[in-house]
Structures are given as structure tokens and as C-alpha cells.
């Protein structure tokens, strides 16, 4: 499994696009990005997943390099509910996926 | 609400009791994970099954930890003789084959007295 590599906190205004950027050097050409944000007493909740280039959804955005070595997450104008722990994983997403979580990137949004 | 459910929610016990938790996943998906989750740490595999078959347990399964999907469906982890030691949060996931997108439940906060 592909390890991944994020900063341990970041802080934000309300009303501000964050960028949280996750390295994964050793990404398998298999291997998809996925990010889960987690809110204190709850499990893990899907964000977005991607493989190369851009994908949107109506929570956020993922940008992936070509050489897929790092991808970054966006989320566009923060609100203080944005609070929480932002997980980067890759894995395969065609077979069974052992999900490996490191720390994740605790994000404080101030109002 | 058609989402992965766990139950109870909460769970308070003494040093060497038994303790069960449920999960119910999500209708369709044939896969579901349970993980362990303490604080400030990310949530650590525990084990793994497709329909009922157990596929994999993590080292950190001892021999006081079970888990088991009779029918496919719902799963049940139950540890036994509980120790300090396993106070946290115990999640499951689930997900269907080919889309291996998790989606996680509520969890189970064990705390162990």
C-alpha cells in the first residue's frame, strides 16, 4: 500500500478556499486517491475520489499531477462546519481495498 | 436512512468483561471492514470479509477479539475478557466489489473502566 504523507494541521478564515496536499511517491498505476473528512465521535465520511487530472463534486475538488506522485484537495470558502480531519488514502479501487489511515490533516477553521 | 448503522453507540464496561458490537452495512454491499480508532490517531484495519468469509485479520486481532458475518449481512466483533488497553472507537465499513469507496458508520466508543 502506498503511503501517504500530509501536514499534520492547518488553520483557515471562514470564507477561504483551503488547499491540503497530499504526497504519495510510491503510488501504483492501480492505485486511485481518495479522501475521507472525519468530525470528532463520528466514522469517516467520503469526500472524493480520483485517478489523474481534475475531478469535482459538489463538496470539493482533486487535483492530481501527471505523475500522480501528490494530489491536493480544495475546499472552496470554508465554513467553521469545515472543521475536522482530512484523510488522503490510495489503494486499489477495482479489488478489495485494506485502507491504511495515517494521521490525516486537522483542519481549524476561524471564524 | 440506508447507511452503515452500529450499535450501541456507547459502550462502558469493567476490566474483563465481554463486550459485543453490531454493525449493519449498507444493503447491497457485499464487503465490510472493522476498524479501530483511538484518539488522535487514524483508524487502524482490524479485519475483513466478503459475504461471510473472513478474508483477513490484522496482528492487532488477538486471540481475545472476534468477529463474524453468519449471513453475509449484518457482523458482530466481540472481544473478550476486555482490558484497558482496548478503550476506543470501533468502526465498520462497507462496500460493494469493484467500488471499493468505504462508507463508514457511526462507530462504537468502548470505554473500558
Known amino acids: 500500500l502506498a503511503k501517504t504523507t500530509q501536514p499534520i494541521s492547518m488553520d483557515s478564515y471562514e470564507g477561504q478556499e483551503v488547499n491540503i496536499t497530499c504526497s504519495h511517491n510510491n503510488i501504483a498505476t492501480n492505485d486511485y486517491i481518495t479522501w475521507y473528512q472525519q468530525f470528532p465521535s463520528q466514522g469517516p465520511r467520503f469526500i472524493i475520489q480520483?485517478?489523474?487530472t481534475k475531478v469535482t463534486n459538489e463538496v470539493a475538488s482533486l487535483f492530481i499531477p501527471a505523475d500522480r506522485k501528490s494530489s491536493t484537495l480544495s475546499l472552496p470558502r470554508v465554513s467553521l462546519s469545515d472543521t475536522a480531519v482530512y484523510y488522503c488514502l490510495v489503494g486499489d479501487a477495482g479489488g478489495y481495498q485494506k485502507v491504511t489511515f495515517g494521521t490525516g490533516t486537522k483542519l481549524q477553521v476561524i471564524p | 436512512d440506508t447507511g452503515v448503522s452500529q450499535n450501541p453507540r456507547h459502550k462502558i464496561t469493567k476490566r474483563g468483561q465481554n463486550v459485543t458490537f453490531r454493525c449493519d452495512p449498507i444493503s447491497e454491499h457485499n464487503r465490510l471492514y472493522w476498524y479501530r480508532q483511538t484518539l488522535g490517531q487514524g483508524p487502524e484495519f482490524l479485519t475483513y470479509?466478503?459475504?461471510?468469509?473472513?478474508?483477513?485479520k490484522s496482528r492487532l486481532l488477538s486471540d481475545r477479539f472476534s468477529a463474524e458475518r453468519p449471513k453475509g449481512s449484518f457482523s458482530t466483533l466481540e472481544i473478550q475478557r476486555t482490558e484497558q488497553g482496548d478503550s476506543a472507537m470501533y468502526l465498520c465499513?462497507?462496500?460493494?466489489?469493484?467500488?471499493?469507496?468505504?462508507?463508514f458508520g457511526p462507530g462504537t466508543r468502548l470505554l473500558v473502566l
Open positions: 465499513a462497507s462496500s460493494s466489489t469493484g467500488v471499493e469507496t468505504q462508507y
Open positions: 470479509f466478503q459475504n461471510e468469509a473472513q478474508l483477513e
Open positions: 480520483g485517478y489523474k
